[in-house]
Each structure stands twice: as C-alpha cells, then as structure tokens.
C-alpha cells in the first residue's frame, strides 16, 4: 500500500471508528488493530 493511500485509508477509518466508539477509547483502539497489522505487513 502507497504511504499517501494508506494515509487516506487511516484517515477514513479514524473518522467511522471515532464515530462507533464515541465512548469507548479502547474498542476505538482494538478496532483499529486489524488495519495497523496490514498497513505493516
């Protein structure tokens, strides 16, 4: 994945998870994990 792609990807996903997890920081965080172990694969 191009930085710039995956920067927007990232972007995207912050955005919905902030969204869904508007009180729970730590399922905004656990959700996030999936995304962050592909980005660095």
Known sequence: MA?????KA????K???A???R???SGY???KD????ELWI
């Open 29 to 31: 965080r656990i959700a």
């Open 34 to 37: 999936d995304f962050i172990i």
């Open 23 to 25: 009180n729970d920081r």
């Open 10 to 13: 990232y972007e995207q996903l």
């Open 3 to 7: 930085n710039l792609e995956g920067a």
């Open 15 to 17: 955005i919905e998870l």
């Open 19 to 21: 969204e869904k997890y």
